[in-house]
């Protein structure tokens, strides 16, 4: 089957039901999007579809065909995406890093959404989980993002 990931249309081999994670990370070398929990709890594999987040541990891959996937690889691609990650750095978000991925493409979904979001959507949009607790920075980065809108 065809995938279009991250503008570039790729032929992928792989049973319809294999998780999209397991074809964006062993088929095609897109290592930045993480397996975490495996069961779409943690966030660390998000990635969006159709500008939708969405946790590739649990999407099959056959739901991705026809798709416009966009991983955190091309993410700086995108100018609100690019806006996310140097409010990462201005905000020193990232710890251990390992969840960032998931984190900055849920950021990103959320402001495609909604530019201003409020306390509360940033809390209800933000359901990625951090073990090293970066919560009130990632909370800081999108506060500053949607206060300046253009500025970062």
Known sequence: MKLQINDS???VDADGDTPLLWVLRDDLGLTGTKYGCGLA???ACAVMMDG????????PVEMAAGKKIATIEAIEADDLGKRVVVAWVKHQVPQCGYCQSG???AATALLK?????????IAAAMGNLCRC???NA???????????GEQV
């Open 41 to 43: 709890q943690c966030g």
């Open 52 to 59: 939708r987040l969405v946790r590739s541990c649990v999407t």
């Open 138 to 148: 990632i909370r800081a980065a999108i506060q500053d993002l949607a206060k300046d």
């Open 133 to 135: 607790g970066t919560y």
């Open 9 to 11: 249309v790729r032929d």
């Open 113 to 121: 959404q909604n530019p201003h979001p409020s306390d509360a959507d």
């Open 103 to 105: 984190q900055v493409m």
